[in-house]
């Protein structure tokens, strides 16, 4: 479906319409899971768990059967998503070590600082991942620039992924509980002298790592990355979920009013490994620790939905559910995650997974539910979470200054089917094109399976074209069958991404 551009004009006369017809201006919250797959909640009937709060959101909301991160790994796709910007654009938009610098520059207009700038007091709880700093930071002073210096009025959150140093939580940029008298010293570089490592003191470690995962051991579970110091500020794995979320209902209620809106950035750190479910849901699942976290997630959403019931803002309030990249197993640690997986199924249909160019990658579980305002409904509509800036600007009567990010206002409310016309998706730094139901993946060095996660990347040798309408598993490349539709994608990508960088090859069909 072409897509008809509003413009920036339109778009805020559709939000004044909007605000004038006696509506005020709702809240927001973005409940963001990592490493969530397509099959994952039993609303999208791929798989096997039983998700009842999530599909609350999903069935009775805008379920979108093609919903899209911008990229198949995290931080690109948490940047995407609180800029309204391509991720390839930005060449230190990939997976960040807990040492990275600020990867928003402080500059720049972000989906919370527009709401700022519109009466929203804003907030993060969760994973941040997109850097702190600008290198070199003291874990141990006021750590600045971070996401109170990109729009958001509070903020507590851990600084990159629950498998990486510092395993501490930040408060408004202060290290939460931290004694000033046993700092705090992380590297990824070198072990500090004398620090355990989980090759050097395997029996220390309670949590059996598979790779990647083996350097500092916090509640013994090795990590990428070395620390010392901050024992009073590390945090408890089992209790992460439970200790987000009365971050996140503390958040709501002393916010909940209808004189002032809020928007809440409520990132999650489930599936994601290292997979620490409390004692109330370990073997809950029969499938595991991924299977136990994700039911963990399930009940966490359910207890801040009640809080928004009670807040009696539920009915003002806009919920966009999603995930930040497709799914993986083994990512790291041995937890059974392959053993007991059974017949559930976390990517559904699709093909490929977690870094991965095919559909598993970057299609993620994705609705938009508002009770009262978004009837029940399906769409298949390609929507992505970069238009979430541009479609929430038009729903305020703000202008988002995000050009990659579209208005899909009304798809986003179930009034419209109006979706983009192309997306460039990316997959650790690599990029293809989907167009209308087409997809093509451009010829990429490298191999085609990475072997430790055990997850199709969409390496090849020679270009890739799917119909996913006809194919949606991505069995059968039709390039060579279909040379004129590949010229077309091929063209259109070009265009879109530019040559430098795209790894476009000359196109050779025979």
Same mark, same amino acid.
């Given at each position: 479906?072409?897509?008809?551009?509003?413009?920036?004009?339109?778009?805020?006369?559709?939000?004044?319409?909007?605000?004038?017809?006696?509506?005020?201006?709702?809240?927001?919250?973005?409940?963001?899971?990592?490493?969530?797959?397509?099959?994952?909640?039993?609303?999208?009937?791929?798989?096997?768990?039983?998700?009842?709060?999530?599909?609350?959101?999903?069935? !009775?909301?805008?379920?979108?059967?093609?919903?899209?991160?911008?990229?198949?790994?995290?931080?690109?796709?948490?940047?995407?998503?609180?800029?309204?910007?391509? #991720?390839?654009?930005?060449?230190?938009?990939?997976?960040?070590?807990?040492?990275?610098?600020?990867?928003?520059?402080?500059?720049?207009?972000?989906?919370?600082?527009?709401?700022?700038?519109?009466?929203?007091?804003?907030?993060?709880?969760?994973?941040?991942? *997109?850097?702190?700093?600008?290198?070199?930071?003291? $874990?141990?002073?006021?750590? =600045?620039? !971070?996401?109170?210096?990109?729009?958001?009025?509070?903020?507590?959150?851990?600084?990159?992924?629950?498998?990486?140093?510092?395993?501490?939580?930040?408060?408004? !940029?202060?290290? @939460?509980?931290?004694? +000033?008298?046993?700092?705090?010293?992380?590297?990824?570089?070198?072990?500090?002298?004398?620090?355990?490592?989980?090759?050097?003191?395997?029996?220390?470690?309670?949590?059996?790592?598979?790779?990647?995962?083996?350097? =500092?051991?916090?509640?013994?579970?090795?990590?990428?990355?070395?620390?010392?110091?901050?024992?009073?500020?590390?945090?408890?794995?089992?209790?992460?979920?439970?200790?987000?979320?009365?971050?996140?209902?503390?958040?709501?209620?002393?916010?909940?009013?209808?004189?002032?809106?809020?928007?809440?950035?409520?990132?999650?750190?489930?599936?994601?490994?290292?997979?620490?479910?409390? #004692?109330?849901?370990?073997?809950?699942?029969?499938?595991?620790?991924?299977?136990?976290?994700?039911?963990?997630?399930?009940?966490?959403?359910?207890?801040?939905?009640?809080?928004?019931?009670?807040?009696?803002?539920? &009915?003002? =309030?806009?919920?966009?559910?999603?995930?930040?990249?497709?799914?993986? *197993?083994?990512?790291?640690?041995?937890?059974?995650? @392959?053993?007991?997986?059974?017949?559930?199924?976390?990517? !559904?249909? *699709?093909?490929?997974?977690?870094?991965?160019?095919?559909?598993?990658?970057?299609?993620?579980?994705?609705?938009?539910?508002?009770?009262?305002?978004?009837? +029940?409904?399906?769409?298949?509509?390609?929507?992505?979470?970069?238009?979430?800036?541009?479609?929430?600007?038009?729903?305020?009567?703000?202008?988002?200054?995000?050009?990659? =990010?579209?208005?899909?206002?009304?798809?986003?409310?179930?009034?419209?089917?109006?979706?983009?016309?192309?997306?460039?998706?990316?997959?650790?730094?690599?990029?293809?094109?989907?167009?209308?139901? $087409?997809?093509?993946?451009?010829?990429?060095?490298? +191999?085609?399976?990475?072997?430790?996660?055990?997850? &199709?990347?969409?390496?090849?040798? &020679?270009?890739?074209?799917?119909?996913?309408?006809?194919?949606?598993?991505?069995?059968?490349?039709?390039?060579?069958?279909? #040379?004129?539709?590949?010229?077309?994608?091929?063209?259109?990508?070009?265009?879109?991404?530019?040559?430098?960088?795209?790894?476009?090859?000359?196109?050779?069909?025979?």
């Amino acid at each position: 479906m072409k897509i008809t551009h509003i413009s920036s004009l339109a778009c805020l006369l559709l939000g004044v319409l909007f605000l004038s017809c006696g509506q005020a201006k709702p809240n927001i919250v973005f409940i963001y899971l990592d490493d969530l797959g397509y099959g994952d909640v039993s609303a999208y009937e791929a798989g096997s768990l039983e998700t009842p709060n999530m599909d609350r959101l999903v069935n !009775g909301g805008v379920k979108f059967t093609n919903g899209y991160a911008s990229s198949a790994t995290c931080s690109p796709s948490r940047y995407a998503i609180l800029t309204g910007t391509y #991720p390839w654009r930005n060449e230190n938009a990939k997976i960040l070590p807990g040492t990275a610098p600020l990867l928003i520059d402080a500059a720049q207009y972000t989906l919370p600082r527009m709401l700022q700038d519109h009466g929203y007091t804003t907030g993060i709880v969760g994973k941040w991942h *997109l850097g702190l700093g600008s290198g070199d930071v003291n $874990w141990n002073e006021e750590i =600045s620039p !971070g996401p109170n210096q990109v729009g958001f009025d509070y903020s507590y959150i851990l600084a990159a992924t629950q498998d990486r140093v510092p395993t501490v939580y930040i408060e408004d !940029g202060q290290v @939460v509980n931290l004694d +000033p008298n046993d700092p705090i010293e992380v590297s990824y570089e070198e072990n500090f002298p004398g620090e355990p490592t989980a090759i050097d003191n395997p029996e220390l470690v309670e949590m059996k790592w598979h790779h990647g995962h083996n350097n =500092s051991i916090i509640n013994g579970v090795p990590r990428i990355g070395f620390m010392k110091g901050g024992d009073a500020a590390k945090w408890s794995d089992v209790d992460m979920a439970d200790h987000f979320l009365e971050k996140a209902q503390r958040f709501v209620r002393e916010n909940a009013t209808l004189d002032q809106p809020f928007f809440l950035y409520y990132a999650l750190q489930q599936p994601h490994v290292p997979r620490t479910p409390h #004692p109330r849901f370990e073997g809950k699942s029969g499938m595991g620790p991924r299977g136990d976290v994700i039911l963990e997630a399930d009940w966490v959403i359910g207890e801040f939905m009640k809080t928004l019931e009670e807040s009696e803002i539920l &009915e003002h =309030s806009l919920i966009v559910f999603s995930s930040d990249n497709g799914p993986v *197993l083994n990512d790291g640690y041995y937890d059974k995650a @392959v053993e007991k997986l059974g017949d559930h199924t976390p990517t !559904g249909p *699709l093909r490929g997974g977690k870094y991965s160019l095919f559909e598993a990658g970057t299609r993620v579980p994705f609705a938009t539910y508002w009770k009262g305002s978004i009837d +029940p409904g399906v769409s298949d509509a390609l929507v992505t979470q970069i238009d979430l800036m541009a479609s929430i600007g038009a729903l305020i009567g703000a202008e988002a200054k995000a050009p990659d =990010s579209q208005n899909l206002w009304e798809t986003f409310m179930g009034k419209s089917q109006k979706e983009r016309s192309e997306f460039i998706l990316e997959a650790t730094t690599k990029t293809a094109l989907r167009e209308g139901d $087409w997809v093509m993946i451009p010829p990429y060095p490298g +191999p085609a399976v990475q072997h430790q996660v055990n997850i &199709e990347l969409g390496n090849a040798e &020679e270009y890739q074209l799917y119909h996913l309408e006809e194919d949606i598993g991505q069995q059968h490349n039709l390039a060579k069958r279909n #040379p004129e539709k590949l010229r077309e994608m091929i063209k259109k990508f070009e265009e879109i991404r530019g040559t430098s960088g795209s790894r476009i090859q000359p196109l050779e069909l025979k």
